[in-house]
């Protein structure tokens, strides 16, 4: 039993890591229902829960594992035009993000990208997400490495395609996917230690596939026109939420 704890829990209290793979099924239930949001949820309980330095590797790779699933749900939907290009700047932003020695202010990142994305929901998405798909690969993964959940930044580019509901979860998905197995693979060349968390990993994976089967059921019944309204007030409020941590560490 003991063993079997370890391998589940690498040291976490088993409460908490049952509590934790409660919410990898909620955070995929989210993100497939409305489109974002359930990353960014889960990233911030996590933050409160596991070590500082095993919180962005690992969260990314469970994000990989989710977001894997969820494109292969929905693959046939897929919006693939942009894909190359959103794929050359990610290999380049990761690539970016991992030989900067000095890590960015964290408070920055979460004002800047929450202030882009309120901007991005009322205003019309800026004309350059829709146009230069490597662009946003490119910040969003450099963004990544510091910050973790940037999937609300890449959900504005997927918006500015004004794709049905269904067609943009599976183009958000794919891009996701491609950009959190980049950062995992960038975080093991840097030396962290995926091995002891393997056990945690597959079992938030496997909850976070089951929210994905769950969410579908519900994405397949929303209209479009509802689709769209839920996911700009799950923007706004992660917005808002990103800029009051981030107001909070200098106040």
């Known amino acids: 039993m003991e063993t079997v704890s370890a391998f589940l829990f690498n040291g976490l209290e088993p409460t908490v890591g049952i509590f934790l793979a409660v919410m990898s099924f909620v955070s995929s239930f989210i993100t497939v229902a409305l489109g974002i949001g359930g990353g960014g949820l889960l990233l911030a309980v996590m933050a409160n829960l596991v070590?500082?330095?095993?919180?962005?590797?690992?969260?990314?790779?469970?994000?990989?594992?989710?977001?894997?699933?969820?494109?292969?749900?929905?693959?046939?939907?897929?919006?693939w035009k942009p894909f190359a290009a959103f794929a050359l700047g990610?290999?380049?932003?990761?690539?970016?993000?991992?030989?900067?020695?000095?890590?960015?202010?964290?408070?920055?990142?979460?004002?800047?990208v929450g202030l882009f994305v309120i901007w991005s929901v009322l205003a019309r998405p800026p004309?350059?997400?829709?146009?230069?798909?490597?662009?946003?690969?490119?910040?969003?993964?450099?963004?990544?490495?510091?910050?973790?959940?940037?999937?609300?930044?890449?959900?504005?580019f997927t918006k500015s395609l004004h794709l049905p509901r269904q067609r943009h979860v599976a183009t958000h998905a794919v891009f996701m996917t491609l950009q959190h197995v980049a950062k995992t693979i960038a975080f093991g060349a840097l030396g962290f230690a995926f091995a002891p968390w393997a056990g945690?990993?597959?079992?938030?994976?496997?909850?976070g596939f089951l929210g994905t089967v769950a969410g579908r059921l519900l994405l397949e019944r929303m209209s479009d026109h509802n689709f769209k309204r839920a996911l700009n007030i799950v923007l706004i409020l992660i917005s808002l939420r990103l800029i009051w941590n981030g107001l909070s560490s200098y106040f």
Request: glycine letters at 10%; charged letters at 5%.
């Open 51 to 79: 070590p500082p330095l095993a919180l962005i590797p690992v969260h990314g790779a469970i994000q990989f594992g989710s977001n894997f699933f969820r494109a292969a749900i929905l693959i046939r939907h897929t919006y």
């Open 90 to 112: 990610t290999v380049i932003g990761v690539v970016l993000g991992g030989s900067v020695v000095v890590n960015l202010p964290p408070a920055l990142v979460q004002i800047g």
């Open 127 to 156: 004309k350059w997400l829709a146009s230069w798909p490597w662009l946003t690969g490119l910040i969003s993964s450099f963004l990544s490495m510091f910050f973790g959940a940037t999937g609300l930044f890449v959900a504005n």
């Open 200 to 207: 945690f990993m597959l079992m938030m994976i496997a909850c």
